[in-house]
């Protein structure tokens, strides 16, 4: 039996992110794109 993958890791995205809601003057971020995309 395979193991089912639900999701794609984006660490690259993830890190950029995080870094600007932590210390940068980002303080809310909207993810815009098409549906069944991955933007969960």
């Known amino acids: ?3 089912a ?3 794609y890791t ?3 995205f993830l890190d ?3 870094t600007m809601l932590v210390s940068g003057p ?3 971020i909207s993810l815009f794109g098409p549906r069944r995309i ?3």
């Open 1 to 3: 039996m395979t193991k």
């Open 5 to 7: 993958h639900w999701h």
């Open 10 to 12: 984006r660490t690259d």
């Open 16 to 18: 950029t992110v995080f």
């Open 26 to 28: 980002v303080q809310a």
């Open 38 to 40: 991955g933007k969960t």
